[in-house]
């Protein structure tokens, strides 16, 4: 692969260098914060060799390399001026959960190169322990095991200079502030005052007798307290003295206020969150894993399977084990690479065959992302399996109350991290979890797949006599109508993988010309969001149709739309439902393109549907044969 090249066609169709406002990236993707999202080319990105896939979720544009990134990203920054920040007014423009999917994402991104190294030094320590080579009484073991701490027990300092980046202050005084709550000083004056029960004071305020060693929300709360403190110093400084007096106002101030404030805030909130597990362990241990083993595709997909590293990492600071978070993830990421591996040896095609083995052997190590974005998700069969594996592999890893002891990246790799507490039980547990994850992934899959050029040949040669199939099932066929006026598209023209992916369901899409969305068959209004942006109808025959007005229009919270019906209501074809503004809806940057989905696809034998051509109200769009 010519990285440069690469490098070069990317930075072109996301708009250019003037375009860019942040980069980071992580084991597989470029992510990328964008001024104006709409100057990205994402379809030519698509189809560009090299590059897996694009998505847009947390506020990110990320691209999809694979294990290829870091030379991509290292030549990229060659080509172009960046820092990795984000300017304050585009930070403004996110909506509130992309705001903190970004945050969580930027703040712990940067750092699990050290996470994981540290996590597999453990694990490596484990078998060499295991297979009798050497002892922990032994120096080597001792030497190494300090070494795989550091990363641990320094988190506080690691995340500082990670979360000053993202907040944007002085990343130097940020590992200050980190060193403020690791000091040996400070710590042997906790000991001290838990011995005596006397408090420790600073200016008469106390201070709370908390361990930050090895701790994730204290820190985090402090820089981003922090980033208030440094403006205001920088404000009221006298330019001739400013050079000092700026960073020891910030540094006096943040410090005091995060050792007798914020610091225990954030300690008693682990202690909540580690205590809240424990308790969720104890009466469903079993729940989290499962859900987890089968949605995480779901949350890699949209970046928010970041906000649940946090928790995995704290519930071992806490409590010295994880049983929710990484269990979950560990039965979810080998059944990723056990699907690919089925599809590489079921296929025919020596391409798809390549691209899947390679992936496929990745995904089983725990870097899923080749694997879910080059083949599950782009041929949907293989991502059904690895969730239906993930989630029998999570079953079990939870009913058995599987604990992870050092991190990593989920996969098999990691499994020695699962070496800890009375015996090998634990380890051989999760090692059954995991193969029991792979064979059902695998076995699914290979039942579920099949190579896309016999999946055409097969509907060619069903479509043949289309006209008689349809005759002969008039009785057991449901006819969709146009809700709306304008053009028909295919759902791969919605820039939403949700919809273009068909993972809610087949049907197409409509650009509307006119702002008024009817009832599209006889049947029932099931449903209307109370941003009145989607509708659900379920027609006389039991076809469940969702209409979904724009993309992300939920956030408009229902302004520029008006209902004309409820929940429960009879409806007709034709039947007025929704009027809404479209230039309205344009003028806040939102997509006004809407989705017409049957979502109980899987009930019926066939879907034909329209979408390539201006239609009006009343056209049939959609024949839905049972």
């Not at 909540?272 to 989290?288: A, D, F, H, P, R």
């Not at 006819?479 to 949700?498: F, Q, R, W």
């Not at 989705?595 to 109200?617: H, M, Q, S």
Request: proline fraction near 5%; aromatic fraction near 8%; charge should be neutral.
């Amino acid at each position: 692969m010519d990285y440069k090249q690469l490098a070069k066609t990317i930075l072109e169709l996301v708009g250019g260098e003037s375009n860019i406002s942040g980069l980071t990236h992580c084991a597989t993707r470029l992510r990328f914060n964008l001024k104006d999202e709409k100057k990205a080319n994402t379809a030519q990105l698509k189809n560009t060799k090299g590059i897996m896939g694009v998505v847009s979720n947390g506020g990110q544009y990320q691209i999809i390399i694979g294990s290829d990134v870091g030379s991509v990203y290292k030549e990229i920054m060659e080509l172009v001026d960046l820092d990795g920040t984000i300017s304050s007014d585009e930070k403004d423009n996110k909506k509130p959960l992309a705001k903190v999917i970004d945050t969580v994402s930027g703040i712990f991104t940067p750092i699990l190169p050290a996470i994981t190294a540290a996590g597999m030094m453990k694990a490596v320590l484990a078998i060499l322990v295991a297979c009798k080579v050497i002892t922990p009484d032994a120096q080597s073991y001792q030497v190494i095991n300090f070494m795989a701490d550091a990363a641990f027990y320094f988190l506080p300092i690691l995340l500082a200079s990670s979360a000053a980046k993202k907040f944007k202050c002085n990343p130097y005084l940020a590992m200050m502030l980190g060193g403020m709550l690791l000091h040996p000083n400070f710590v042997s004056m906790v000991n001290v005052a838990k011995e005596s029960g006397e408090a420790i004071r600073v200016f008469g305020l106390p201070i709370a007798t908390a361990s930050y060693a090895s701790s994730v929300l204290p820190i985090i709360l402090g820089v981003w307290f922090m980033s208030y403190v440094e403006p205001i110093a920088d404000r009221i400084s006298p330019k001739a003295i400013k050079f000092f007096s700026k960073p020891l106002i910030t540094a006096l101030v943040t410090g005091i206020i995060t050792l007798v404030v914020i610091g225990p805030i954030g300690y008693i909130v682990s202690d909540k969150i580690g205590m809240g597990i424990k308790t969720l362990e104890s009466y469903c241990s079993w729940l989290v894993p499962t859900i987890l083993g089968g949605l995480t595709p779901l949350l890699v997909m949209t970046g928010t399977h970041y906000g649940l590293i946090p928790i995995g990492i704290n519930n071992r600071m806490t409590m010295g084990y994880d049983t929710i978070i990484y269990p979950g993830m560990l039965a979810s990421n080998v059944a990723q690479g056990a699907a690919s591996l089925a599809v590489a040896f079921k296929t025919k095609d020596e391409e798809i065959k390549q691209l899947a083995s390679s992936a496929g052997i990745t995904g089983v190590c725990g870097i899923t992302e080749p694997a879910l974005y080059g083949v599950n998700l782009r041929f949907k069969t293989p991502l059904y399996a690895s969730m239906i594996g993930g989630a029998v592999g999570g079953l079990f890893l939870g009913i058995f109350r599987v604990a992870n002891f050092a991190g990593g990246s989920p996969g098999v790799l990691t499994l020695p991290s699962y070496i800890g507490g009375d015996g090998m039980s634990n380890f051989v547990y999760a090692c059954i979890g995991a193969a029991i994850s792979i064979v059902v992934a695998f076995v699914a899959c290979l039942i579920l797949y099949k190579d896309p050029k016999q999946e055409e040949t097969n509907t060619k040669e069903k479509a043949t006599d289309k006209k008689e199939v349809v005759a002969a099932h008039t009785s057991e066929m449901s006819t969709i109508c146009a809700p709306l006026m304008g053009e028909a598209v295919p759902l791969k023209a919605v820039n939403d993988p949700t919809f273009a992916e068909e993972i809610m369901g087949k049907g197409m899409a409509i650009i509307p010309t006119v702002g008024q969305l009817v009832s599209p068959v006889k049947g029932t209004v099931t449903m209307i969001f109370d941003t009145k942006h989607a509708i659900a109808v379920t027609d006389e025959n039991g076809v469940e149709l969702l209409m979904h007005i724009g993309l992300d229009t939920v956030k408009l919270g229902g302004k520029y739309f008006r209902t004309h019906v409820s929940a429960g209501d009879k409806v007709e074809v034709g039947t007025p439902i929704v009027d809404f503004d479209i230039e309205g809806i344009k003028s806040e940057g939102y997509d006004v393109i809407t989705p017409v989905i049957i979502t109980n696809t899987d009930d019926f034998t066939n879907i034909f549907a329209i979408d390539d051509r201006l239609v009006k109200l009343g056209d049939e769009i959609i024949k839905v044969l049972k």
